[in-house]
């Protein structure tokens, strides 16, 4: 999205609406397709990555609109919240793929999917308390704040202009 254009324009909802309609459709063909094949773990699978990813989207929306250097516990539990969706859906892919796949890939796939998941902790819980004013999520354009703040240690320094994204 280009900083001229705002967050509901014709455009951009056009878009988001074929990406949803796209995913359904995959959705409901591959929910069908495992069902004839009794493949019941894979619908649940398959069920559960569809509403988390609307749950994980909505929760990065409301996330990306509460201001980004304020502590409350919404926030925290937003935190919370994408974390543990985002590291849920990418365990139960692992966890349904090391089903067709040999042990010298599964765990090469599951260290991947554990460092995924410390990654993220990493970014939002650790990190978080260490930048200044600017949000991930928030839309293209929005200018940011001007700050300095440092590590305890003084180890790492991050300088933000006030510049648009």
Known sequence: MYPSQSKNSPNTVLVHA???????????????????????????LVVFVYVG??????????YGGLPSHE?????????VTIWGLSSTIVFGFVYE?????SVAVV???FSLAVMTSAFLFC????????????????????????????????????ECNSENV
């Not at 074929?18 to 649940?44: E, G, K, Q």
């Open 97 to 101: 793929l090391s089903t067709i796949m």
């Open 107 to 109: 765990l090469p796939v």
């Open 123 to 158: 970014f939002y819980f650790v990190y978080d308390k260490y930048r200044c004013g600017f949000t991930f999520w928030g839309s293209v354009g929005e200018s940011i704040s001007s700050c300095r703040s440092s590590c305890p240690a003084g180890e790492l320094a991050i």
């Open 18 to 44: 074929m990406a949803f309609f796209y995913l359904t459709f995959n959705t409901i063909s591959t929910i069908y397709r495992a069902y004839i094949n009794d493949d019941m773990p894979m619908v649940a």
């Open 71 to 79: 502590e409350s516990p919404r926030k925290e539990i937003l935190k």
């Open 53 to 62: 990813y609307f749950l994980l989207h909505h929760c990065l929306e409301v």
